[in-house]
């Protein structure tokens, strides 16, 4: 099992940048293909960025793409998510997950984090 903690969610305005980080415990990281999820006040919980292995193999979702960057320190059992020119519509709670699998469905992690909470106003 892994235990997963997100930080570095907070309140900023529109343009302004952040960096999200996911620490793992428990069994390490290096075994888990890691993403991040969000989710919106009365939306679904929606794929954000994934992140192979090894690091070298990332993904996005359209809205995200060319603005957000993840990435991973296995030998720091922690994942990051950089986001810049955030816009208001990146308000959400902020989830990592691990899966074994390479997916960017969410039915298919593991394990989850608690979420940090990232505000943009506009």
């Known amino acids: 099992q892994v235990q997963l903690v997100e930080s570095g969610g907070r309140l900023v305005e529109a343009g302004d940048s952040l960096r999200l980080s996911c620490v793992a415990s428990?069994?390490?990281?290096?075994?888990?293909?890691m993403g991040w999820f969000r989710q919106a006040p009365g939306k679904e919980r929606e794929f954000v960025s994934a992140v192979s292995w090894s690091g070298r193999n990332t993904y996005y979702a359209d809205s995200v793409k060319g603005r957000f960057t993840i990435s991973r320190l296995n030998a720091e059992n922690t994942v990051y998510l950089q986001m810049n020119s955030l816009k208001a519509e990146d308000t959400a709670i902020y989830y990592c997950?691990?899966?074994?699998?390479?997916?960017?469905?969410?039915?298919?992690?593991?394990?989850w984090g608690q979420g940090t909470q990232v505000t943009v106003s506009s």
């Open positions: 428990g069994r390490t990281l290096k075994y888990y293909f």
């Open positions: 997950a691990a899966t074994t699998k390479v997916t960017h469905d969410r039915g298919e992690y593991d394990y």
